[in-house]
């Protein structure tokens, strides 16, 4: 190891401490009292965004017991189908914010201030920001239990901590809490792409993948040979981060890029905004992600990519070769642990290399998109906006049309293609001229990536336009949803005895545009009836509002374009 890289590790250790001392150490406590063993870490790589907490694991089960982590008040209480589920927010007077989510259920105070408002708005989901003497709480203080709600994939506990100024989610980890790990991250492979149209790896124009083998810190490629370079390259590298206890993978904290000893790139995730996490789709090769599901992160960095967590980065992190030498590049990964792991590889650069045909540049090209302007595109019966910053990089726009298919009432638009990423939300508008009058309320614009699955985007009516916001390229249609929801009774029927049951579970879903609203009545009252969306379930839990005797429920489903279902049933209690 160079006297450099000892450097670079030292000045890593030197940083961390630096940086844990710049946060309150032991002024938090553990939100569960369990062992703490993360199912995901801060700052992993996640669809359209990164982690902002810890993914704390619960033993594959609901209902453990969760502490306030400090002094302070409850200022946010949301309920949600969707995102994190039952979530309690937490002030601290230190200038922090604690967060907790997918809940499984408040403790009895708060879930009945809950149930209340619920009740109050005639709504399951529902947003509260209480005053702060409304529930104040004390640290070690039971606030809730864990669960599985909203967007959860499994029982845990997600756990934040925000500036409670700046919103800003900061990593938990500087804050002192105890995750065992010893582990070195994993690499994984590493990517190779040529960045203009005389660049080439191992003589072709298009990116080349590169698998690793080794362990415990020690990395090379399983390709023997020096790859062939020339012109404008950048690099990727795929790896994962391990911990003690556990197979799951993790994000990286730090990655550093050397080039001949020189460092080149370095990215280090300790704290973000929520409105920077879709750049994630600049910061990794997104077509890889799109196409194959692999996660290459990208040690050069886009012209469009805005994000704050690059230290350093040195002609984009683009290395231009046009010698006839030999060149290394030493990839070092660091966990906040300080476990290291490093990869050496070589290249040969070679100027008289002409690179192979199959270029990355798209061969049909329609007209050129500059990232930096406001670009628009009019063609047949379709007007696409796209404002200035929604592009990472300049384009080559591509577009063809379809003729429509028995899924959609008009041809099949094809914007450029779904591996090219927008960061924030494009007008689009479609002519609906074979779209009948009668039916125009049940119309919608529909996107495909491969021409056979059609997802509903929504729209509305401008003249003789449909009009949406998207954020994605691909096939776009108009379509027609005349079908009305469905409604599957779990354990109700007409007749029903319900003495021994505990719940009304009923099963809703939609075809195409999605379920919009829901309304469930007993005896012509509201009921609170929770939605599960991941499992289209509806459930109601029998309280003190039901006496005994016979009673009927009524529910009514509506979708997004008005098509409505009805279920009635008398039953006895």
Do not use: C
């Amino acid at each position: 190891m160079t006297l450099f890289r000892y450097s670079l590790l030292f000045t890593f250790l030197v940083s961390f401490n630096l940086k844990s001392q710049e946060y309150p150490q032991n002024y938090f406590r553990s939100p569960l009292d369990i062992p703490l063993v993360l199912s995901g870490n801060f700052g992993e790589l996640r669809s359209n965004h990164f982690h902002a907490g810890l993914d704390i694991k619960t033993q594959g089960v609901e209902g453990k017991k969760v502490y306030a982590v400090a002094d302070g008040f409850v200022s946010r209480i949301k309920v949600s189908p969707y995102g994190y589920g039952n979530a309690i927010y937490i002030t601290h007077p230190n200038g922090y914010t604690s967060v907790y989510g997918h809940l499984k259920k408040y403790s009895d105070r708060i879930t009945e201030y809950v149930k209340a408002e619920q009740y109050k708005k005639e709504s399951f989901a529902i947003q509260l920001f209480p005053p702060p003497f409304k529930f104040q709480v004390k640290k070690g203080e039971l606030i809730a239990y864990s669960g599985n709600t909203g967007g959860s994939g499994g029982p845990h506990l997600h756990f934040e901590i925000r500036d409670t100024k700046s919103e800003h989610t900061i990593n938990p980890l500087f804050f002192g809490f105890d995750i065992k790990d010893a582990i070195k991250p994993q690499v994984l492979s590493i990517a190779l792409y040529p960045l203009d149209k005389d660049a080439s790896v191992n003589g072709a124009n298009k990116m080349k993948e590169f698998t690793a083998v080794g362990s415990n810190g020690y990395y090379k490629l399983k390709y023997d040979n020096p790859i062939l370079v020339n012109g404008k390259i950048g690099v990727g590298i795929m790896a994962v981060d391990r911990m003690d206890f556990t197979s799951n993978k993790y994000g990286i904290y730090k990655i550093s890029l050397e080039f001949d000893d020189d460092l080149i790139f370095e990215q280090e995730i300790d704290e973000f905004a929520f409105h920077e996490g879709r750049y994630i789709n600049a910061h990794i090769d997104y077509p890889s992600y799109a196409k194959y599901r692999r996660r290459y992160q990208r040690s050069y960095v886009l012209a469009g990519n805005k994000l704050r967590f690059y230290n350093e980065v040195k002609n984009s992190g683009i290395v231009e070769f046009n010698d006839k030498e030999k060149h290394q590049f030493t990839y070092t990964l660091l966990d906040l642990n300080g476990n290291k792991s490093k990869l050496d590889f070589e290249v040969q650069a070679n100027s008289d290399i002409i690179a192979k045909s199959e270029s990355t540049i798209g061969q049909k090209k329609i007209r050129f998109f500059p990232h930096t302007e406001e670009n628009t595109f009019l063609e047949d019966e379709i007007l696409l906006k796209l404002p200035r910053g929604v592009l990472y990089e300049d384009i080559y726009f591509e577009y063809r049309v379809e003729e429509k298919n028995n899924k959609t009432i008009s041809d099949i638009y094809w914007l450029h293609n779904p591996y090219t990423p927008l960061h924030s939300y494009t007008h689009l508008s479609i002519k609906g001229i074979d779209v009948p009058l009668r039916l125009r309320d049940k119309a919608l614009i529909v996107s495909t990536t491969d021409g056979n699955s059609f997802y509903a985007e929504g729209g509305n009516w401008n003249g003789e336009n449909i009009s949406v916001r998207t954020r994605s390229f691909g096939g776009y249609a108009i379509a027609i949803d005349t079908i009305n929801p469905k409604i599957d009774p779990i354990n109700i029927y007409p007749g029903a005895k319900m003495n021994s049951k505990w719940s009304i579970t009923i099963k809703i879903s939609d075809n195409l545009s999605g379920i919009e609203n829901y309304n469930g009545t007993i005896d012509d009252k509201w009921i609170l009836m929770e939605y599960d969306a991941k499992n289209d379930l509806l459930t109601y839990y029998f309280d003190d509002l039901i006496s005994s005797g016979k009673h009927h429920f009524k529910l009514v489903v509506t979708d997004k374009v008005g098509n409505k279902t009805e279920y009635q049933a008398e039953f006895t209690r």
